[in-house]
């Protein structure tokens, strides 16, 4: 999908959402999904959220860095009707054993990131120290 132009871009986005509705394991799906997308260094500031690109923006532009496809994971699972109403949070932290930034999605306080697991947020382990926690609005 992601070699495609915007408008072809636009279509798949669409039509994987639609998948997500009767997926069984749409989380997984989502993470699968944006594994695929082309990994750029740095494209966006997470502690800067007017810089975050909204999810048109995102789909034009096509630059996946580690926070980007955090936000692509959110901005598909809060446009997905089956998601509606749920409560979306971007976290940004550290594991301080391996002194690794993170990028992580919380739905309801289960957290996801591109590395497939799930956990409830107080679940995390005691390494990782919670930075930044940014609410999610609602997307229409």
Not at 43 to 57: A, V
Request: charge should be negative; include cysteine; charged fraction near 25%.
């Amino acid at each position: 999908m992601f070699n495609l132009s915007y408008e072809e871009r636009l279509s798949k986005w669409r039509e994987f959402r639609e998948h997500l509705e009767s997926s069984s394991n749409p989380l997984n799906d989502v993470v699968q999904f944006y594994k695929l997308a082309p990994t750029v260094s740095i494209h966006t500031d997470p502690f800067n959220k007017k810089s975050w690109p909204g999810p048109w923006e995102l789909l034009n532009e096509n630059q996946y860095c580690s926070f980007c496809k955090i936000l692509g994971m959110c901005y598909t699972l809060q446009l997905t009707e089956s998601f509606n109403g749920k409560t979306f949070e971007i976290i940004i932290g550290r594991d301080m054993e391996n002194n690794a930034r993170l990028y992580l999605l919380s739905i309801n306080k289960e957290v996801i990131g591109l590395d497939d697991n799930y956990v409830h947020v107080d679940q995390l382990p005691e390494s990782i120290i919670i930075e930044r926690n940014y609410s999610m609005p609602e997307l229409q």
